[in-house]
């Protein structure tokens, strides 16, 4: 294999926490000259934060090697709509990158081309009455990812597609388009950023729904990591099942 995608939390840290073996996996695949490119559905994190992350846990990468929902959906909506209002429901980190790449930005639902939905940790009535009225202006709805939950030192939390749904819901409404794993958008930058064909790429992660099912859609060789979300007897992987089944990242070697 000469590249690999790798999943962040749940594979390499969960919140603050570096995983055992996640280092010295990532070491191995570098030693063995695959290319790498951090992949992660979170949108609530900038780039740079997820690369600083790493170098606190002593893993080395570059901004150019990491790729977020949010970055992924603002590049998305940018190109697809490059004159759209957007509103956004989410985080600081989410318009951050929307300003990065030159979106227009906007307060007001019934003024929205686009709505971009993320995972926001204040969300409420409120909130999901601004993505509501947005949707029933006509806007176009676009999710960054439909994660049920994410891993955390303290346990599960809610996913941005818990928030999502709550909108779909109400608006009568299915998302136009969802840019994180295991979705087109991101299977398309991420093989872009590497320059790599699926048929030479691993894909690295702890979510069937997302990692796995990514990697499945797009021909590439997909590995679990039991580090997360999955455990062995996850149903999805009868359904579904991953190329390979590690315990962590230091099993990689295993696989090379």
Same mark, same amino acid.
């Given at each position: 294999m000469e590249s690999a995608i790798i999943d962040l939390d749940g594979t390499v840290y969960r919140s603050q926490t570096v995983i055992p073996g996640a280092r010295e996996g990532i070491e191995g695949l570098r030693q063995r000259g695959v290319d790498i490119v951090f992949v992660t559905n979170a949108s609530t994190k900038t780039r740079e934060t997820c690369q600083e992350r790493l170098s606190s846990l002593g893993i080395e990468a570059g901004v150019s090697e990491v790729l977020t929902s949010a970055s992924v959906t603002a590049a998305y909506v940018t190109r697809e709509y490059p004159t759209a209002s957007v509103l956004t429901i989410g985080s600081a980190a989410l318009d951050h990158e929307f300003n990065e790449a030159g979106g227009t930005l906007t307060d007001d639902p019934t003024e929205a081309d686009v709505l971009v939905v993320g995972k926001d940790r204040s969300f409420d009535f409120e909130t999901m009455t601004r993505g509501l009225r947005a949707v029933e202006s006509g806007a176009v709805f676009i999710g960054t990812n439909e994660d049920r939950k994410v891993p955390t030192d303290s346990g599960? *939390?809610? =996913?941005? =597609?818990?928030? *999502?749904?709550?909108?779909?819901?109400?608006a009568t409404h299915d998302p136009d388009q969802i840019c994180g794993k295991p979705h087109d958008p991101m299977i398309e930058v991420s093989l872009d950023r590497l320059a790599a064909d699926p048929g030479d790429c691993l894909v690295i992660g702890d979510n069937p729904e997302t990692d796995i099912e990514m990697g499945r859609r797009a021909g590439m060789t997909t590995v679990l990591v039991l580090t997360g979300l999955a455990d062995r007897e996850d149903p999805l992987l009868a359904d579904e099942p991953a190329d390979h089944v590690v315990d962590s990242l230091d099993a990689l070697s295993t696989l090379l």
């Open positions: 599960m *939390i809610p =996913g941005c =597609g818990a928030l *999502i749904a709550a909108i779909s819901y109400a």
